[in-house]
């Protein structure tokens, strides 16, 4: 599928009352990073992600009749208030794709929007954020013009749409595990939209995520900077080829029920993502002291323990604790015990594999 596949439509008759719909969406997390694009939105490597449950953003838009057409005309709300830098940048991107959506030009839009999550907090807001408003674009077209799309072919829009907005976002509009960008593994598998991968052993279907936050600061850099230094990073050849293998090893771990390939390969994506950070030109770092203590007390309690625990880290110092359904008592002991224990100021935000997006309006 490519976007000619899907029609661009205009409106004939102007629009003449308000015309609302609502989605929930949530956040995911990857697995195998996401690092370095080119052209519009299109990914140096494949990825592979779990999308999230509790975390998700509420997204409500609305077309009212609008007298001249234009540039896009946004009034947006963040949880109550105006958000004047939010609406630059969701302004920016509807403007973008009028080429997908020309009707956009046609209306004035209002769109109002909420997290279940704190900001900064190590959960990808733009993943949740565009993926909810992709979905409301694609439902007010449904509405507008009466287009009949089949869940598949509009899940596959969604997530085509929500990559332009933010690139993660593209892998948010599905249940369980998310592939996006090609890769040998899987014959559906595009660098233009993510696809689900639903042959995933039972183990893995209901995996933990207790997002522990060790610092809550605007990142010194930002995750579309950090792609940037991708493009001319002495080691992207082989970082391509790495996310390439991993792509396939840990597909292979999730049909099968591997935990321990599993965890190789999870803890191996997020230490390489933050080593391609380090040693870019200009490198940067963004963990912390307290991230590094964790890490090594979750690869210590690991051997102790013998608990299938793992942590994988986001483009920020914050980590995210892996772990399975039959283990939770255990570990939570462990986090309340140990993990925690040294630090008044980490908080942690428990969450798990979850079900994907839902209609709400
Ligand atoms: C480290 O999706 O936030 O979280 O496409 O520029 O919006 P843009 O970047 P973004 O990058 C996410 C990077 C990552 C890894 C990942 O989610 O795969």
Same mark, same amino acid.
């Not at 999550?117 to 509405?143: Q, R, T, V, W, Y």
């Not at 507008?144 to 997530?159: C, H, Q, V, W």
């Not at 090609?182 to 639903?198: H, I, M, N």
């Not at 925690?340 to 709400?360: A, H, M, S, T, W």
């Given at each position: 599928?490519?976007?000619?596949? $899907?029609?661009?439509?205009?409106?004939?008759?102007?629009?003449?009352?308000?015309? +609302?719909?609502?989605?929930?969406?949530?956040? @995911?997390?990857?697995l195998?990073?996401?690092? !370095?694009?080119?052209?519009?939105?299109?990914?140096?490597?494949?990825?592979l992600?779990?999308?999230?449950?509790?975390?998700?953003?509420?997204?409500?838009?609305?077309?009212?009749?609008r %007298?001249?057409?234009g540039?896009?005309? #946004?009034?947006?709300?963040? %949880?109550?208030?105006?958000?004047?830098?939010? !609406?630059?940048?969701?302004?920016?991107?509807? =403007?973008?794709?009028t080429?997908? $959506?020309?009707?956009?030009? =046609?209306?004035?839009?209002? #769109?109002?929007?909420?997290?279940?999550?704190?900001?900064?907090?190590?959960?990808?807001?733009?993943?949740?954020?565009?993926?909810?408003?992709?979905?409301?674009?694609? +439902?007010l077209?449904?509405?507008?013009? !009466?287009?009949?799309?089949?869940?598949?072919? $509009?899940r596959?829009?969604?997530?085509?749409?929500?990559?332009?907005?933010?690139?993660?976002?593209?892998?948010?509009?599905?249940?369980?595990?998310?592939?996006w960008?090609?890769?040998?593994?899987?014959?559906g598998?595009?660098? #233009?939209?993510?696809?689900? $991968?639903?042959?995933?052993?039972?183990?893995?279907?209901?995996?933990?995520?207790?997002?522990?936050?060790?610092?809550?600061?605007?990142?010194p850099?930002?995750?579309?900077?950090?792609?940037?230094?991708?493009?001319?990073?002495?080691?992207? %050849?082989?970082?391509?080829? =790495?996310?390439?293998k991993?792509?396939?090893?840990?597909? *292979?771990?999730?049909?099968?029920?591997?935990?321990?390939?599993f965890?190789?390969?999870?803890? @191996?994506?997020?230490?390489?993502?933050?080593?391609?950070?380090?040693?870019?030109?200009?490198?940067?770092?963004?963990?912390?002291?307290?991230?590094?203590?964790?890490?090594?007390?979750?690869?210590?309690?690991?051997?102790?323990?013998?608990?299938?625990?793992?942590?994988?880290?986001?483009?920020?110092? @914050?980590?995210?604790?892996?772990?399975?359904?039959? =283990?939770?008592?255990q570990?939570?002991?462990?986090?309340? %015990?140990?993990?925690?224990?040294?630090?008044?100021?980490n908080?942690?935000?428990? *969450?798990?594999?979850?079900?994907?997006?839902?209609k709400?309006?």
């Amino acid at each position: 599928m490519s976007i000619s596949d $899907f029609s661009a439509s205009r409106l004939t008759i102007p629009l003449s009352e308000p015309v +609302s719909v609502a989605w929930q969406s949530p956040s @995911n997390i990857a697995l195998v990073k996401y690092w !370095g694009k080119t052209g519009r939105q299109l990914p140096l490597n494949p990825s592979l992600s779990m999308t999230l449950s509790e975390a998700y953003t509420e997204t409500k838009l609305t077309a009212l009749p609008r %007298e001249s057409e234009g540039m896009v005309e #946004l009034d947006l709300w963040f %949880e109550g208030s105006q958000n004047p830098l939010f !609406g630059d940048r969701m302004q920016r991107f509807l =403007q973008s794709v009028t080429d997908i $959506f020309p009707w956009l030009t =046609q209306v004035s839009l209002k #769109l109002e929007t909420r997290n279940t999550f704190p900001h900064s907090a190590g959960i990808a807001s733009s993943a949740s954020a565009f993926s909810s408003l992709s979905l409301c674009l694609c +439902s007010l077209e449904a509405e507008l013009f !009466g287009i009949i799309l089949t869940e598949e072919e $509009f899940r596959l829009k969604a997530s085509y749409v929500a990559r332009l907005g933010s690139g993660s976002a593209c892998r948010s509009l599905f249940p369980g595990f998310t592939i996006w960008g090609r890769s040998k593994a899987l014959s559906g598998a595009s660098d #233009l939209f993510a696809v689900p $991968f639903a042959e995933v052993h039972p183990v893995f279907r209901n995996l933990h995520d207790t997002i522990i936050i060790v610092n809550r600061e605007q990142k010194p850099v930002s995750s579309s900077e950090g792609h940037n230094r991708m493009i001319s990073h002495p080691f992207a %050849e082989a970082r391509i080829k =790495q996310a390439k293998k991993n792509t396939i090893d840990l597909l *292979d771990a999730l049909k099968t029920g591997n935990k321990k390939t599993f965890i190789r390969i999870v803890e @191996n994506e997020a230490f390489t993502l933050h080593s391609l950070m380090m040693t870019s030109d200009q490198g940067f770092m963004l963990m912390q002291p307290e991230t590094v203590r964790i890490i090594s007390l979750i690869q210590e309690l690991r051997r102790k323990t013998g608990l299938d625990i793992c942590f994988t880290l986001d483009a920020g110092p @914050n980590i995210h604790l892996l772990y399975f359904e039959d =283990q939770i008592e255990q570990v939570n002991k462990l986090i309340v %015990e140990h993990i925690l224990k040294n630090d008044k100021q980490n908080v942690r935000i428990d *969450d798990y594999c979850g079900e994907g997006p839902v209609k709400i309006g």
